[in-house]
């Protein structure tokens, strides 16, 4: 382990006391201060650079650290890289090194210390304090001309532009990645950043303020005129940025300009119009087109099926992951068992194909591969539906199975709408519509049908309910009379 200096540590210890940071994890912070500069010097890295820190993190990350310990040591690393930006560490030559056994010279130095970083930041509260709310952005030093947050800058100050975000992104990144979201959530959240980084111009990331974003979502709703849900969307990828990645909270956004959100009525086919769809379609696209109706999934819930996910036995179909990372089960049509036992013996050959040729497996999700290396050529966990080709891993130049691409399956459902006669919008998540109105038009319980669907709230699921005529009595009437 790298031995820091004394006199290095014996500065940071007086910088943890000035912070206020509880004694029970100056320790901590100080085991986190070792790990950083034995990983700098380690890995040949600029310990007083903040790019050093980001890898840092990388690498804590590859670790498989826990949320709390990222947080502590990217604390321990910040408070040390602002102490050696203040010059704290790089004493003049004239001045003479401190003993960590002097306690008056070590006073002295504490009450410098504190005078030179209260200097730097007026506000009275240094990045990284441990008082400061999470949720605040940390003030920058007057010395850059930014304004203190939650103030307006002077009207004829020039906006600063051109700032990197290269951090930002990375951090966002992690965040995501701590708190394994999908990976379409991050393309998602990427997507609004840049978007909102080209309004800003580039603005420095620690300069940005609940002003920003008010424009933004305004410009989003008067200028581009986008739906309702998608200025949601983007509202939703800048508040995980700000809570997260800046944390911060941009408060309550009075007086923005918010697109107007109209009441969703979904499309739904009659069986007779899926009936038209189906016969358009070719193996094994209408397969999973059946599913979709007879089972009411998601497209990507349907995609992900492998071998395991079929209970011939128990009627079921076990879906995991699904959305939310929630699993539930649905019954198994009857009418489809003859066709899924055919398509595994389909899968079935063409796994066998595929040992013979020595690939690698199929894709597992999270870390199976490391925990069971050999469960992605087991045949319980091949793909229901697998794509044509291997996918081959640029890490390792293995070549593995993925299954079939959601692209497939939605240019052939619009190629078969195409061909009907249909007057309707059709898309692969129709069918979950269908599937849902169909159970609600045979007198299904709503709640049954929510369980079926796994909505969260049954607010989601009485949308239905605008979508097939209404069968119950209301007349108003006792039930003596019944």
Same mark, same amino acid.
């Given at each position: 382990? /790298? ?32 790990? !950083?500069?034995? /990983? ?39 408070? !040390? ?94 965040? #995501? ?21 080209a309004f800003t111009r580039s603005k420095p990331p620690e300069s940005l303020s609940a002003v920003d974003v008010k424009e933004f979502l305004a410009w989003l709703a008067v200028k581009k005129q986008v739906a309702a849900s998608t200025q949601n969307q983007a509202f939703t990828a ?11 909270? /941009? ?13 969703? #009525? ?146 052939? #459902? ?20 269908? !599937? ?47």
């Open positions: 382990m /790298f031995q820091v200096p004394r006199t290095v540590m014996a500065r940071f210890e007086d910088c943890l006391a000035v912070n206020n940071v509880p004694k029970n994890l100056r320790g901590h912070y100080k085991k986190w201060l070792r790990f !950083y500069l034995d /990983f700098c010097s380690k890995y040949r890295h600029d310990a007083n650079n903040s790019d050093s820190s980001i890898a840092f993190r990388k690498k804590l990350l590859e670790k498989r650290q826990s949320g709390r310990q990222l947080q502590q040591a990217s604390h321990a690393v910040r408070l !040390y890289l602002n102490v050696t930006q203040a010059n704290t560490f790089n004493r003049s030559p004239s001045t003479p090194p401190v003993s960590p056994d002097n306690i008056a010279e070590k006073a002295n130095i504490r009450e410098s210390l504190k005078a030179s970083i209260t200097n730097k930041f007026p506000s009275g509260t240094a990045p990284g304090v441990l008082s400061t709310p999470r949720n605040t952005l940390i003030p920058k030093p007057e010395t850059t001309g930014e304004p203190t947050p939650g103030t307006f800058p002077k009207p004829n100050a020039k906006p600063v532009t051109g700032a990197s975000w290269v951090v930002p992104f990375t951090r966002l990144d992690e965040e #995501i990645q701590i708190r394994q979201y999908s990976p379409k959530t991050l393309k998602t959240y990427r997507h609004w950043l840049k978007r909102f980084q800048l508040l995980f940025f700000y809570r997260h990645v800046l944390q911060k909270e /941009f408060g309550k956004l009075d007086g923005v300009a918010r697109a107007k959100r109209k009441k969703y #009525i979904p499309v739904v086919l009659s069986r007779e119009e899926i009936d038209q769809i189906l016969s358009h379609l070719a193996p094994p696209v209408d397969l999973v087109v059946k599913l979709l109706y007879g089972c009411g999934l998601r497209l990507f819930e349907c995609l992900n099926l492998r071998v395991q996910c079929l209970n011939f036995d128990a009627g079921k179909i076990t879906i995991h992951d699904g959305k939310g990372k929630k699993d539930r089960t649905v019954p198994l049509p009857k009418v489809l068992i003859p066709e899924l036992k055919s398509q595994l013996e389909i899968v079935k050959e063409l796994h066998n194909r595929d040992l013979t040729r020595n690939f690698a497996g199929v894709f597992l999700v999270t870390a199976l591969n490391r925990k069971y290396p050999n469960a992605g050529k087991e045949f319980i966990w091949q793909w229901l539906f697998p794509a044509v080709d291997l996918t081959r891993v640029p890490e390792t130049g293995e070549y593995k199975r993925y299954h079939l691409h959601e692209t497939v399956v939605q240019k052939a #459902i619009r190629e078969a709408v195409g061909k009907t006669t249909l007057c309707k919008r059709a898309t692969a998540h129709t069918f979950r519509h269908s !599937y849902a109105s169909h159970l609600l038009q045979a007198n299904i319980d709503i709640r049954t049908i929510q369980e079926l669907l796994g909505h969260s709230d049954l607010k989601t699921t009485m949308i239905y309910t605008r979508t097939v005529k209404s069968v119950t009595i209301k007349e108003a009437t006792s039930p003596l009379d019944f």
